[in-house]
């Protein structure tokens, strides 16, 4: 198998999968954030159309992802289908897969408060395995479009190390954005096998 030299440049960057994540994904994720929110009225707009923008500026006018998509290092997908054990289909938000290292998987909700849909129709398929089966990365991305940011930010972490939780209650280290229309943070957690999850949660004012 031939490595292309933009592959081993890229590589060459990262020690780990966490730190591909830590240090590529997510401040790409935020980095279009900050265009898409500008976007008119984008707060109206449905779960699906607000990912499908995200897509759009990821792989058209994000500096960090952009590249690396067209060069072939990084493969971007969406509704990648997924079939379950009783012939259900599932269909992911958003992929990012390099080959031979990891694929990551991140899961899109539309949040009005500190939202209950965000574990049961979330974080809960990373746990059950429908998402993310073979790996121990994944993200969720949560477009509060409506409600107090702040009230959603203090009691969403809350609910969340309470849901087959690995890390003691009161771990959850959120971190805040200067001007405090995003925050992130990290849990951990039990999945239906003996695997363990760590999920990078990102949250997003509208």
Known sequence: MLISPNYSSFMSKYQSKEEIIRFLYIPAMIDSFNRVK?????????????????????????????????NNIIKLTSEGQIIGENLEINRTDIELFIS????FVIECKNLRSADKRYLDEGIKRF????????????????????????????????????????????????TLSIDGDYAEFLSKHKCKTTKEISIFHLLLKF
């Open 38 to 70: 500008q976007i008119p009225k984008i707060s109206s707009q449905k779960e699906n159309d607000i990912r499908n923008i995200f897509i759009k500026d990821i792989e058209y006018d994000n500096e960090l992802l952009k590249d690396l998509i067209d």
């Open 127 to 174: 746990i059950d395995e429908i998402y993310a089966k073979n790996d121990n990365y994944a993200g969720m991305m949560g477009f509060v479009v409506s409600g107090t940011f702040t009230t959603t930010t203090t009691k969403l972490p809350n609910k969340i190390e309470n849901f087959c939780p690995i890390t003691p209650k009161h771990s959850i280290n959120l």
């Open 100 to 103: 031979g290292v990891c694929n």
